[in-house]
């Protein structure tokens, strides 16, 4: 059983930047990739970033990579998120899922968060 709880969110100017963390808390962190997902308002849930367990494999949406950047700290039992040069497209609820089988199916994760919202304005 894993629970996990997102925070950083809020809201920023284009252009700006957030940190959003995931605090874990359970047995084995370390065995499950972490994820990040986001939906906006109207919108699908989107896969967005995620991290093998070692920290060896990243995976980023094509509509993040090079703004985004995902990292853990397994002693810490906690996943991050920085977003940089944030666009209001980016405005979404920013959900924290963890998986012991990596891939971008959101139906096949197995923990969520709770969410965190990110509003980016322009």
């Known amino acids: 059983q894993v629970q996990l709880v997102e925070s950083g969110g809020g809201l920023v100017q284009a252009g700006g930047s957030l940190r959003l963390s995931c605090a874990a808390s359970?047995?084995?962190?370390?065995?499950?990739?972490m994820g990040w997902f986001r939906q906006a308002p109207g919108k699908e849930r989107e896969f967005v970033a995620a991290?093998?367990?070692?920290?060896?494999?990243?995976y980023y949406a094509d509509s993040v990579k090079g703004r985004y950047a995902i990292s853990r700290d397994n002693a810490k039992n906690t996943v991050y998120l920085q977003m940089n040069s944030l666009k209001p497209e980016d405005t979404a609820v920013y959900y924290c899922?963890?998986?012991?089988?990596?891939?971008?199916?959101?139906?096949?994760?197995?923990?969520w968060g709770q969410g965190t919202q990110v509003t980016v304005s322009s």
């Open positions: 991290i093998t367990w070692s920290g060896d494999n990243t």
């Open positions: 359970g047995r084995a962190f370390s065995r499950y990739t």
């Open positions: 899922a963890a998986t012991l089988v990596t891939t971008r199916t959101s139906t096949l994760w197995d923990y």
